[in-house]
């Protein structure tokens, strides 16, 4: 049986790994935010006002993404496959438009984000079944 077939055992926990990364950065941003964003090349404000608009965006984007991994573990636990492929390809689309808004802001960056969507859009469709 092939590891993207829709009954492999190991489509769902790859799934769940793929989420533990914007986890991990989500922790991090909501831990210490002022270290995340020069790991992904952003520049930090110079002024106390560029600065709380740093600190504001850091939190919003470390919630949504410890939010978007709590679901797809949640999923997981339920044991929904066909759901859990959905979220995966979902999740994949924060990725996309977090590079795409990286492109925009400092002119790359794209290498941090996008490498993660075919992989994930793969395994969402394994998920439901769309492989074979």
């Not at 799934?15 to 020069?38: D, E, F, S, T, W």
């Amino acid at each position: 049986m092939s590891i993207l077939s829709p009954q492999s055992s190991f489509l769902p926990n790859i799934a769940c790994g793929i989420a533990v990364i914007p986890l991990g950065a989500g922790i991090l941003g909501l831990i210490r935010g002022r270290h995340l964003l020069p790991l992904v090349n952003f520049p930090l404000g110079s002024t106390p006002e560029a600065q709380k608009a740093d600190d504001s965006l850091t939190r919003l984007f470390a919630v949504r993404n410890v939010v978007i991994a709590s679901l797809m573990f949640s999923i997981r636990y339920r044991g929904d496959r066909q759901l859990l492929g959905a979220a995966t390809i979902i999740m994949s689309m924060t990725a996309l438009v977090d590079g795409l808004v990286s492109l925009d802001w400092i002119g790359g960056g794209t290498l941090n984000h996008l490498p993660f969507v075919p992989f994930a859009i793969a395994v969402g469709s394994g998920l439901l079944g769309w492989l074979g």
